[in-house]
Structures are given as C-alpha cells and as structure tokens.
C-alpha cells in the first residue's frame, strides 16, 4: 500500500497485521468482498466487523448502520470496478470523502460498500489564467485553498467543515459557508466533473461554461451521492479580495440582531458574510478561544465586507450605521489580519466548542426568506422551550440559513426524541415561512421525512425520473434524499 | 439569397391564458400526438436546429403576472411571459436589477431567457441566468405541472431542477413561471477601452487582467468588423486587430479607483492612451455590447479563457469576413459568420471551422444558421458527449412522447 501519512502508516500496519479470526471469516469472504479484493487488493478492502464499526455513521450520529465492506479506491477506474463489482452481487454503493456530513448523507442504510475517496487526493493542476483548479474529489478543501495561498485566488465555498471535508463532499451537498452570501454556493464554482454512473461507466462532464444539452453537472451538484460518484471535479478559482473589513456588533438581544441583518439586506447591501451567534454560543466559544467576547451580550454578528479598498469606507459607515441604529450597543473592527483570522476561527469552531455546553448535540440546517430571519428565530426558541431542549442558535443570517444547534446527551433517549422533535418543528416552521429545510447540509437520511412536506408529490416525482436516468437499480447511496415510495424502479411515470 | 430563419413549421399558435391552460395544450397536443414549440418572445425562434416537424405553437405571452416580489428578500416570482425589460422595470423601481443580459430584452421573455440559458457581457463577474434562478413551476411533456427550487437564496432540499431546465430549450417541460434571485442597481458604471495591434497583446492585457485587483464586471474582445455600429466610440485605427472592453460597476468611488488602477495596469503592458467611456455613455455601450450583429449566423464557441486571443486569430485568419465579439474573460466566443451559399457554409462549418476549435479543444454550438441551411444536430450541438446517455434518460422520462421541441436541441 502506498501509505501517505504518518497516522495512515500505522493504519496500513493495522490492516496488514489483521488476524483473519474464524468469527469474522464469513464476512471477510462474502462473494462481494472477495470480487473487491480481487479488482483492488485485499489490503485496500476492510470487511471485518471490528473495522467497519468505523464507518457506522458521519457527523449525523442519531442513526449508525454497518457496511458490508469499506473500500479505498485510487482512482476513477478502480471506482469503476467496485461499482461494477457491486452491481454484479447486487450491493449498495455509499460514496464517502471525510464523513462530515450532518445529515447522514453517508450512512450505509441497510449495509453495503463504502467508498472512502480520501486517497484520491491529488490537486491535479491549478491554472491561474484559466482561473480554475483541478482536483481529485478526496482533496480536503482546506488543502485546495492552503494550495491556492499567493495565487491571487481561493476556491470560494467555505463550510465550517473545510478542515476536513472534501471538495467531492462539497460537490455532493452543493455546501455553503459563510462567504457564499456574496460568492454564492459550490454549485456556482464547479466547471466540470468527472463521475462514476450507476452502471460503472466514467463520464466527464466540462469543463465547459455553457453545456451543449443538459446541464448535468449542475444536477449532479446537491446529488448527495445518489446519482453518481464524484471522482475529479474542475472547480473555478475566485479572485482574493484586495482587502476585507470586519466587524463584529455586539447586541443585547437576539431580536435586535436579526432585524439588523434584515434591514440591511433591505437597503440592497449585501456584505461578504453576515454570521450570527447568540449568547450560548458566544460563551462556548469564549471559553474555548479567549477572543474577548462579551459574555453578557445577547447576540454577536460579525460583518465582513470586501473588495477594492476605494468602497470599503462607505460600506463599512453605512453597515456601522444600520447596527447602531438596531440597538447594538458596541460595534469593533478586526484591527489586524490576525484578528480578522481568529474572529473567523471562533465562528467556524463554535460546533466543536460546544462540546463545553453538552456531551453531544446536534446541527439543524433551515433556510427562510432573508426578511423572515427574525421571526423563525423567535420561533426557535419557542420550540426549545416547548420540547424541553436547549437549543443555541448560529446562523448564516444574510443568507436567512439558520443552524440551530440542539444540545442533548444521547445516553438519554428520551432527550434525543424530544430532539428530534423539535429539530422536526423547526423546519415544518421554516417550511411555514416560505423556506426549505436544508441550505447546504442536505436532505441525507435526517429530512426524508420531510421532504413530501416542502414539496408536491408530482415534485417528487420529477426528481425520482431524474434519479432513475442516472441511475435506473438504485444502488447508488439508496434511502436518501427521496422518500422511499419514489425510489421504486418500476411503475413511475 | 440567405435569410434568417424566423418562424418554426407552425400548424396554429395557441396562447393560453393561465398557467392550468398550458398544462392542457400540452396533454392535448400529447393525446393528438402533435409535436409542441414554446415561445416566448420570438426572439430565440432561429437557436437550435432548424425542426422539421410542424407542430402546435405554444405562445406564453398571455402569462404576464407578477406573482410576488419580496423587495426586502430580493426575490422575485414572475409568469414566463413577462419581458426583460418589464422585468428590469419593476426591478428598477426598487434599485434593483437582474444582472443577466439578454438580446432584445423588449421582446425576450424571462421564460425564454432561462430555457436558452442566457448570458452576456456582465457573465464574467454576475454569472448566467443559470446562477440566479431559485425556482419555478414547468409542464412536462404528458401535461403534468411540478415545481423545483423554492424562493430562497440558498436550498439544497432535492435535486437542482431548475438547472436541469435552464437551457434545456423546452424540451423537459414548458417554463410557467419563474422565481429569480435579484440584486441592488450598482451607483455607476464605466468601461476602460484598449485598441489592440494583434492578437499577442490581446492576450498580455485578457493575462494580467487575471492578476488585476481590480473587478471587471465584464470582459469582451472585438474583432474588428465586430466595431459597426458603436454607438459611443468611432472606428478603430487602421492598423489595429481588435478592441477590448473592460466594464466596471460599483460606487462612483471604486468605478474611478478601478478605472484608473486599470489604466495604469495597461501603461506598463503598453497601451499609452486607453479611451475611458464616462459613466453617461456606459448604457449605450453596453446596451450595443449585448446585443447581436445581425451575421447571418451566430456560432458559439467555448474554450479555455487562456486560449481564446489565438483561437479568435485563427478564426480571422479561417474567414477574414467574420465578426467576432467574445466574452473572453470567459471564453465564449460568439463568432458572426457572413452569408455563403448553403453549401459552402456547411463545408466551411464540417471542414474548417469545427477542427479549428476542436485543436483548441474548445466546443461549439451554431447558435443560428439561415433558413436554407440544412444541418444535422451533431453539426449544430457537436458530437455527443459522455453525458448523451443520460440525457436522453431524462428526456424520455420528463417527454416520453418527444413532443416538447422535437428535433432542435441534443435528442
């Protein structure tokens, strides 16, 4: 095996020195797996028990299933034959970069191969003057931008995961970030693909700007998996601002913030990023980062404006403004670029900084009309007080995206139901307002149920044709996205 | 004598009055097994291949409601019927705009522009249509109305309908109604313009506006037949190949600070007298720099941005009578070819023009071919690509009668 790492060189020692125990003998030599360690080599398929427990679940830890095998492809043709492989013996396909997913998006439902794309990390090219990179779908984003770094340029999407997942990840939840208020989602940024079909052939779509036929690329965006594996992706390199302002205003409530955000939306400005935290997470992330947050304040957004410095000034006095007018009581500048840099790496870790509050939690993802921000916060803490949950709230405000985040300890069942409970509510109440019930952490597993909610049954049929195009024996990471009545092969017009 | 094509084979038009009635021409015409052509404005009749089936003509222009405009939201729901420049209109009044141009806005319909996936000038810093529809309803080809997307700015509830229908020419679904993403009317606007010797320093200024800190809203190189009728500049200098427009918009203060940084950018890659068009001409430049020439056909080419100022000379260099306008900071090269007999223009289309852009490894799509023009849909879309397969799955789940556009776009 050609090991990268340190920390993946006592991975493969681990595989290698794997004592074939008779328990585990069964599994080991099903028919599926023995055709996998033919076409890759036993020692890129694990199939024992022990090894798949791993991969019971991603960032959505509410539902675990255990895969059949987890297979670690090096490239596009060797994805070819294990989904050919697979459907030989009639066996799930999962595709999974970091497994960072917060709705389940890579959970084997019902067993299955998973597919680790994290070794087809190659940054094939990154040309300048095309302003645009090439890059194997298991190059963690960060990686991609850390590249980029005196270019001039960085690939846009910035989801508070980048540190870890994976532009193929990105492609498959079309994710989002903080900065896609102005720079848009990952959809905006991807020129081409190239992708393993259902039926084990490699297509490549683009890189072209404007497909002569269908745009398939733009479908297979947001696909989750379920259409086909993302296995390179072409993706388009934004120009580095020439300078940013940052702020940060500090609100004594939650309200006052998010009717801030609404009005200057309204006024037709729309800044780089508009965050919200509320004063939960604020003393989580103070406790963690020392940033000198204060702790007594009822909400904090930070601001961040960018561009040629010549506009910067006005922006800034009229977002300054907008602030003071709503009620915030203090409004503060990133004085330096460090300062600028920690801000950013207080609001992206706020998850991991939860871990103070509560042994686990988790991440809801709704969206609604950027006006309506301020209501469906109210909402939100209703609903909390309602199901008994501490829910604390950070948002892509400018966006109207929120994240409510629901602190539970899952040893608890019947906190995790009330929960569920609650995150459920929460989205039927942004469905309500007019939203939808994921921006960019998509439907997975978790909002399935949902989805005959936000949309009309012959909506859902639509995207099932779509589905069945692609990929006509549903193999590909079956049990999401679609509600399983429009996942029937046969029998839909 | 060539003209351009201006009609499809029509039995009859038929403009319903509501978006349920569209639903029911389509079953209609299904029942019947009559092949259907939306239009909208009649402005795109001539893109695609020339179909050869007559059929029902599906008029929207009755479907003129403007369902919802959340003005504090910057969103937008409209029927398919209204016009680009009703839709700028309304937008206007609320210093607000739909980045997108599109040729003849008076005539062009936003349903139009989303199922030919328009774009223009402002695509190199605002996108295409693609970028910002967020929703709209649509009837398929068995008369079954359904929407996709929602009015939100951000959703990544299902699968991206809308994308799969922006561009699709009508042949999935017929457009109803259309919900758009909008954005506020910049303060001002203004262009730095550059008459290039040859193509080599065409691509040293298109190179270090890649390394520029400026923001070019758009990009757009010139040949020079491509100059007449510019309604602010005169005539290039005799001696010049071509002309490069950078358009800038923002806040009066960023337009003259990019202006200027620009203009000195240029200085040292030796341009000594760039001609700056002043905020009060810019409409009319622009305006002239959306729309077509009026060639008697239109080719769209795509290719690497770094490889468009050789392609564009080697085009020149194929047909000295061609007319060129690119948005090369893209890479799309729109290519206006003079009148030539039909078989001389497929000749020229099969044997110099195709392997032309093929070596550059760019794509190419006949936008608009005369009437007397007979091609294939390899010749208008090119040749099928890895994606052909799934397509027509699509196609035939979404129109399993092949009713909707029959033979002008891909299947």
């Known amino acids: 095996m050609n090991c990268q790492s340190a920390t993946e060189n006592v991975f493969c020692e681990l595989i290698a020195d794997r004592q074939e125990d008779p328990i585990e003998l069964a599994m080991l030599h099903s028919p599926v797996v023995r055709d996998l360690r033919r076409c890759l080599g036993s020692r890129n398929v694990l199939s024992a028990p022990s090894e798949l427990e791993v991969y019971d679940c991603d960032g959505f830890t509410l539902q675990r299933h255990r895969p059949d095998a987890v297979v670690f492809p090096r490239d596009a043709a060797q994805v070819a034959q294990i989904v050919k492989a697979c459907q030989r013996h009639a066996v799930s396909v999962v595709p999974r970069g970091a497994g960072t997913s917060l709705a389940g998006g890579c959970l084997p439902v019902g067993g299955g191969v998973v597919v680790m794309l994290t070794r087809m990390n190659r940054i094939v090219e990154i040309q300048v003057r095309d302003r645009m990179a090439v890059v194997e779908a ?23 995961s980048q540190g870890a997942s994976t532009i193929g990840g990105n492609v498959a939840t079309n994710a989002g970030g903080p900065h896609t208020l102005k720079y848009g989602v990952t ?73 801030t955000v609404s009005r200057i939306i ?85 998850a991991g900084a939860l871990g103070r509050l509560s042994p686990s939690y988790f991440t809801q993802d709704g969206v609604v009309p950027r006006t309506r921000l301020p209501e469906i916060i109210r909402h939100i803490l209703a609903i ?14 400018g966006d109207g995206n929120v994240h409510p985040v629901m602190l539970v300890d899952e040893r608890d069942p019947q906190q995790v139901e009330r929960a569920k409970a609650a995150g459920r509510e929460l989205l039927e109440e942004c469905i309500r307002c007019g939203g939808s019930i994921t921006a960019e952490h998509g439907i997975g597993v978790e909002k399935i149920e949902l989805m005959d909610r936000l949309f009309a049954e012959e909506d859902l049929r639509a995207m099932a044709r779509v589905r069945q195009a692609f990929d006509p024996t549903g193999r590909l990471n079956p049990g999401k996205v679609l509600p399983p009545m429009y996942n029937l092969v046969a029998g839909l017009k | 004598m060539i003209t351009t094509r201006e009609s499809l084979p029509l039995i009859e038009t038929v403009a319903p009055a509501d978006q349920a009635a569209v639903a029911e021409v389509v079953r209609t015409a299904r029942d019947q097994e009559k092949a259907i052509y939306p239009i ?54 609320q210093r607000q705009r739909l980045p997108v141009d599109a040729v003849r806005p008076g005539q062009a319909t936003i349903g139009g522009v989303v199922a030919t996936g328009a774009f223009g000038p402002r695509r190199y810093a605002c996108g295409t249509i693609r970028d910002y529809v967020l929703g709209l309803r649509a009837v398929d080809g068995q008369g079954s109305a359904f929407s996709a997307g929602g009015r939100v700015v951000k959703n990544a ?93 923002g806040t009066a203060g960023e337009v003259e600070w990019m202006v200027d940084r620009l203009r000195d950018q240029w200085r040292e890659l030796g341009i000594a007298a760039p001609i700056a068009v002043a905020a009060s001409d810019a409409p009319a430049l622009w305006q002239w720099l959306r729309e077509s020439d009026g060639s008697a056909a239109e080719v769209q080419i795509n290719v690497r941005p770094g490889a468009t ?78 994606g052909a397969a799934v397509m027509r799955a699509i196609k035939d789940r979404f129109d399993p009668d092949g009713i909707l556009n029959r033979g002008r776009f891909v299947f």
Request: net charge negative; glycine share 10%; charged share 20%.
């Open chain 2, 40 to 93: 909208g404005g009649g402005s795109a009749l001539d893109y695609g291949v020339c179909p050869g089936v007559p059929g029902v003509g599906l008029s929207l222009k009755n479907l003129k409601r403007v369902v919802d405009h959340a003005v504090d939201d910057m969103t937008i729901t409209v029927e398919a019927g209204v016009t680009m420049a009703q839709l700028s209109e309304l937008l206007a009044a």
């Open chain 1, 266 to 350: 309204a006024a037709g400005i729309i800044p780089a990023a508009m965050e919200l935290m509320d004063q939960a997470i604020i003393s989580a992330i103070e406790e963690a980062f020392h940033f000198g947050f204060p702790l007594d304040a009822g909400a904090i957004l930070i601001i961040e404006v960018d561009g040629p410095v010549a506009g910067l000034e006005r922006q800034t006095e009229q977002i300054v403004e907008f602030c003071r007018g709503s009620g915030a009581r203090e409004v503060l500048h990133a004085a330096t670029p460090e300062e600028r840099a920690l801000l950013w790496k207080c609001r992206k870790s706020a």
């Open chain 2, 157 to 249: 509830a299902g699968y991206d309908l809308c994308r799969l229908l922006v561009g699709s020419l009508g042949t999935l679904a017929v457009i109803t109604q259309v919900t758009l993403m909008v954005r506020p009317q910049p303060e001002t606007s203004a262009f730095l313009v550059a008459d290039l010797l040859d193509f080599d320093q065409a691509e040293r200024l298109l190179d270090g506006l890649v390394r520029t800190k400026t923001l070019p809203v758009a990009v757009e190189l010139l040949t020079r037949r491509a100059q007449q009728g510019n309604p602010v500049l005169g005539p290039m200098v005799q001696q010049s190949a071509a002309r490069l427009f950078v358009g800038f918009e």
């Open chain 1, 384 to 397: 909390g007080k309602k199901y008994d949950v501490r829910i604390v709230n950070v948002a892509h405000a």
């Open chain 2, 309 to 386: 100022a050789r392609l564009i000379e080697n085009l020149v260099e194929l047909d000295g009578a061609c007319s060129i306008r690119a948005h090369a900071g893209n890479g799309v090269i729109r290519l206006g070819l003079p009148p030539r007999e039909p078989e001389d223009f497929v000749m020229f289309l099969r044997g110099r023009l195709r392997p032309a852009v093929v070596a550059a490894r760019g794509k190419m799509v006949v936008r608009s071919y005369p009437d007397d023009v007979e091609l294939t849909a390899e010749d208008v879309w090119g040749p099928p690509g890895d």
């Open chain 1, 187 to 259: 959809v905006n940024h991807v020129l081409g693909l190239e992708a393993v079909l259902g039926d084990g052939s490699i297509v490549q779509l683009g890189p072209v700007e404007d497909p002569a036929g269908l745009d398939l690329i733009g479908v297979l965006v947001g696909g989750e998996g379920t259409l086909a594996i993302v296995t390179k992706a072409w993706v388009r390199l934004t120009p580095d601002p020439q300078d940013y302002r940052t702020l940060r205003a500090v609100f004594n409530t939650l309200d006052d913030a998010t009717r």
């Open chain 1, 138 to 160: 298991g190059v963690a984003n960060i990686r991609l931008n850390r590249a980029l770094a005196g270019t001039g340029y960085h690939f846009a999407p910035d989801p508070s």
